[in-house]
């Protein structure tokens, strides 16, 4: 049996390469449409994609800008709100919407990716982002604490900002997962003879007090089909390693090769995590497909030229064939990685060419894990977990 891996992709806007609005495939008038996010979510739903992550901002300039490229796609739609939408027009995918730590209040969010995991039957998921950029920063007006970057050493553990944003951003997590589960899933009992609709011993206050927020009160929606929703990550290095091993149920890792993705695994499986419950890692990859390596590269050629500069990315980037993103992956999949998340360059072109000529080559070569669940939790293989207060008042 060859190793299999799960496929997810990574939806922004006209595409991760800032000139994909001007490719003649891109669609530029219509990427505030939701029918635009519609069809790319079915395209995913259809090529039996695990998930589907959907970029966020709070701020005109990307991160990492200080202000708004005229060159670069501006303004997107709110996340949640698109994965909302998508979720009663998909059948299978899961639908990961992007969330900052550092301005929502954590109550919104659980609330909001609970829904969301009621409208899609089982399919929802977050990805947390964190620190405030000081563009974010300045929308809001309520804290002073920016984050304009990494240190000059771009370690995490040199920064006492970098680090309480990270705390900031625990505390966070750990709200979400208290207010998840401060329904147990027989609280609602719609005894009609008795007009008694709620038993409220089974809906728990969470009482959480930390150095970041205060929450007292239980969850305004009840428990969602998978109890608790995906939390995912993006992780470049130790710290945020242990964060998402502390916190997600995936990460997303950027290893410049298959090598480097075997000890980056190393080093999430040395990091504490609660017993029983496995960190998927996803490896991150950006590609641009086209039918000869040197078409993609000649597609990527005019992209840079029309941006001015290179492609950069944190993730590698991968600019060739269908074979040439399929070797690629397998090559992670061999290192230990339990998925991968492809960022199309260009969409829908890239998108496109994922679904119609990589997924059924993976598929060929039986290198594709699509288990068979209703849920997205199922489908990664996690266990649905049991309420926190329910296992409590069970042993109390």
């Given amino acids: 049996m060859p190793e299999q891996v799960h496929v997810a992709v990574a939806l922004e806007g006209a595409g991760w390469h800032p000139a994909a609005w001007r490719d003649p495939s891109a669609r530029p008038r219509e990427l505030v449409s939701p029918a635009y996010w519609r069809e790319l979510l079915r395209t995913a739903d259809d090529a039996a994609i ?3 992550t959907v970029e966020d901002a709070l701020s005109l300039p990307v991160r990492g800008e200080a202000e708004p490229a005229p060159g670069h796609v501006g303004g997107r739609l709110d996340a949640v709100l698109v994965a909302s939408f998508a979720a009663p027009l998909t059948r299978r995918i899961g639908l990961i919407p992007t969330v900052t730590t550092a301005h929502p209040e954590p109550f919104h ?32 007006g309520r804290r002073s604490d920016a984050i304009s970057g990494l240190p000059a050493s771009g370690r995490v553990e040199d920064s006492p900002e970098v680090l309480a944003a990270f705390r900031e951003a625990g505390e966070f997590a750990d709200v979400l997962g208290r207010l998840w589960d401060s329904w147990q899933d027989d609280a609602i009992v719609r005894d009609v003879a008795t007009g008694r609709y709620l038993d409220a011993d089974r809906v728990h206050r969470i009482d959480f007090e930390g150095e970041f927020f205060s929450v007292t009160g239980a969850s305004i929606v009840p428990r969602s089909p998978q109890g608790r929703p995906i939390v995912t990550a993006l992780a470049h290095q130790s710290v945020p390693y242990r964060f998402a091993a502390e916190h997600a149920d995936v990460v997303f890792v950027t ?19 609660a017993a029983g419950t496995p960190l998927r890692v996803f490896a991150d990859l950006l590609v641009l497909v086209e039918e000869s390596r040197s078409e993609a590269r000649a597609a990527k050629a005019r992209l840079d030229a029309l941006a001015g500069a290179p492609l950069a990315s944190d993730a590698r980037i991968v600019a060739g064939t269908p074979d040439d993103v399929v070797e690629e992956i397998r090559a992670l999949a061999a290192a230990g990685v339990d998925g991968v998340r492809l960022r199309p360059a260009r969409l829908p072109r890239d998108l496109l060419a994922i679904a119609e000529r990589v997924v059924p080559r993976l598929n060929a070569a039986d290198a594709l894990l699509d288990a068979a669940a209703d849920t997205l939790r199922g489908r990664l293989g996690l ?13 109390s």
Avoid: C, M, W
């Fill in 383 to 395: 266990p649905r977990p049991e309420s926190r207060y329910a296992r409590e008042k069970a042993l």
């Fill in 109 to 140: 969010v659980a609330t909001g990716v609970q829904t969301l995991d009621h409208a899609s039957r089982g399919r929802a998921g977050v990805r947390l982002v964190v620190g405030a950029p000081p563009a974010e920063v300045a929308n809001f």
């Fill in 50 to 52: 695990a998930f589907a």
């Fill in 255 to 273: 290893p410049r090769s298959a090598a480097d993705a075997a000890g980056i695994r190393t080093e999430l499986d040395a990091a504490p995590r």
